[in-house]
């Protein structure tokens, strides 16, 4: 008896899945991507190459690009600021004679001695008074604070000034008349009757109730407005009422003189909200030339007008965790000039045109290829 069974049939092994593509696969992606790169960055091969509107585009980004990493010094930049504080502080150049005017008002010095209208208030405070106005001249620098005061009468203001002298670096040889920077500081005050009162060291002033006054500014440094644990650091200092001096207003212009226009104009503007305290120049360790008034008018409430000129292109906004800074482009420069416009425009057209001729191009190069193939 024939007992042969059937061979079983072996079972197919399982499809393989992974592992490197096969030919065909791999053949049509390299070919996507070349029709992909092709539809993009299409130059068709032809005696003129044709670019298409995304291959201009790109070029456009890259003539943006370049245009924004020229010197904004070739621009003649310059900046207005005007705002409405009731704090400010300044910083004055060293080799600069400083002579202001103050109104009627009180002296409070820090090194006690006999002068015409001064009255040792302790061992170590001596309160000058004068019934004119009086001259403060200013030699080797220092930093002065501004602050305005509230009065009954809204017709009239009251503020104070502080003056801080340049101690750093000074050194004892050297005199703020031979122009050294490094020189000391020395403040001297000066009444209507010629009497003159000289000290290096902390001037306060205290203006008695008027109508107006304002002084003009030459400085390196300006700080407008005040932070508000500041404010009241500084008002124990200066044993003042704390009643937080802050900016209430103010905006920053910005202009261009370029490409050898002489027409001026604007190219950007920035408002400030109240309470920032804004840094000019921007970076602590700059220093620029500011020009400009600080006024107290008669009626204005109680705060200083303040209008600064400079060549410095960017401020440093200070506030409550939204530090920034505002500048100015060299794109933002040239793209307000009417012939960029001008030349932007026809690029653009350009653009236009070069894509239509493209895309017909193609088209009759696909033509071709369909009758000869």
Known sequence: ???????????????????????????????????????????????????????????????????????????????????????????????????????????????????????????????????????????????????????????????????????????????????????????????????????????TFEAYPQQGWRIPLIVERVQIGESLSESLDTSDALATAAHQPILTEGGVRMFARSLGFEKRYQIQEERFDPADVVQIPADAASTGLLLGLLSLPAGGGDAFDLTLHTDVAEVFVRRLGAEHRIGVSTWSIVSNLPLWLALWVVWVAFVILANYHATRLAYLRGQQHDKHP
């Open 1 to 203: 008896m024939d007992d042969t069974r059937p061979a079983e049939a072996t079972p197919a092994p399982p499809p393989v899945t992974g592992g490197a593509p096969s030919p065909g696969i791999l053949t049509r992606v390299t070919a996507g991507g070349a029709r992909f790169f092709d539809r993009v960055f299409n130059w068709p091969r032809s005696p003129w190459p044709v670019p298409t509107g995304t291959s201009l585009f790109i070029l456009s980004l890259l003539v943006v690009a370049v245009v924004e990493f020229l010197p904004k010094g070739l621009s003649a930049v310059t900046m207005t600021v005007s705002a409405r504080t009731e704090v400010l502080e300044l910083e004055l150049q060293p080799e600069r004679t400083y002579v202001w005017w103050l109104p009627v008002g009180r002296y409070s010095l820090v090194t006690p001695r006999q002068s015409a209208g001064c009255e040792p208030q302790s061992r170590i405070d001596v309160t000058c008074s004068y019934t004119e106005p009086t001259a403060v001249t200013i030699k080797g620098g220092g930093t002065v604070r501004f602050e305005a005061a509230a009065t009954e009468n809204p017709a009239v203001r009251r503020f104070s000034m502080a003056l801080t002298p340049r101690g750093a670096g000074a050194s004892a040889e050297a005199t703020p008349a031979s122009g050294n920077p490094s020189a000391a500081s020395v403040f001297e005050i000066r009444s209507g009757d010629g009497a003159l009162v000289a000290t290096e060291d902390l001037v």
